[in-house]
């Protein structure tokens, strides 16, 4: 404890990007809250885009309308 | 706000259907919620079907004990 | 089978707006999937207005500003 | 009801080994709550090893210094 | 990790049987996984019955049928 | 998107915690994956410490055996 959980689209999150995630997340609640890093989980979930929608359409149909 | 996520097994779900099940969520809480439909997101988790059980026993098992 | 979460601020959901969101995701997973109604869960989160951020602010500060 | 959900790295965990997790969790709450197993559901969730993170590094990155 | 997330109605559980909950789900995954308690989390989430629907019914308005 | 959920106990988190969880949250999206804030949903979630379970144990009761 705590349990943190990032839901992203996915669309090539680095490794990299990720280790910065958990490391940003953890570094947020033992600063704020004074928590244990080493009980401190943090979970990415990374989500097809068109498993994600927002404004009632599937975010690769707004990516496509963009571009 | 809001978020819904619609959890599902992974059995051929289309992107039609995807965006459907999407367009269908946003329209529900705009509808009885009067929420707004840009700051309304919808995630679909598709389960793969060893990995969701009921009545004890897994739904591959249980399609399986149909067939 | 299927689960469906839906997440909204706690702001007065009335128990009939409740049974409207119930009945609509669960019609929702059955025209477009072939679900079946009585395997279908739906789960309605109120969260508290200091719990629940957008654009880096707490959405209870959000509303005051805009009064 | 209930819903279980079990989130675990995703570290070759077997078609058995699911089938017993999901039969132990019903069995759990048809004995602590006296739940049907009809109406619960469990859903095993697999996160890749970079997407995961305790003590604020990546459990992959863990697992390498071990090793 | 693991992480488990058990939801259920809010029906007067017992502290005592939360903590029988806690146990088995953590034992379940130690037995079965051979997954080290001090890293296990357990999170039980208590659902009102106006909040929680099957067969497109609010849960309380079922056992109200039934009584 | 993205959203986050944090999960912690319900001990006194005060409304200032949540704001600095909450644009701690989304300054680190925006940082690292360049998300927009105003898309960014952070939510936080309170735990009952009797309700949080580590090492087979409420979270209540290996607060009262270190007291």
């Not at 680095?14 to 033992?30: D, F, P, Y």
């Not at 927002?54 to 496509?64: A, D, P």
């Amino acid at each position: 404890m705590p349990y943190i959980n990032i839901k992203v689209t996915d669309e090539n999150v680095t490794k990299e990007q990720k280790q910065q995630l958990i490391a940003g997340a953890t570094r947020l609640v033992v600063e704020v809250l004074n928590k244990n890093p080493a009980t401190t989980h943090v979970v990415i979930d990374e989500v097809h885009i068109d498993n994600w929608g927002v404004k009632g359409k599937q975010y690769s149909e707004l990516i496509n309308s963009q571009n």
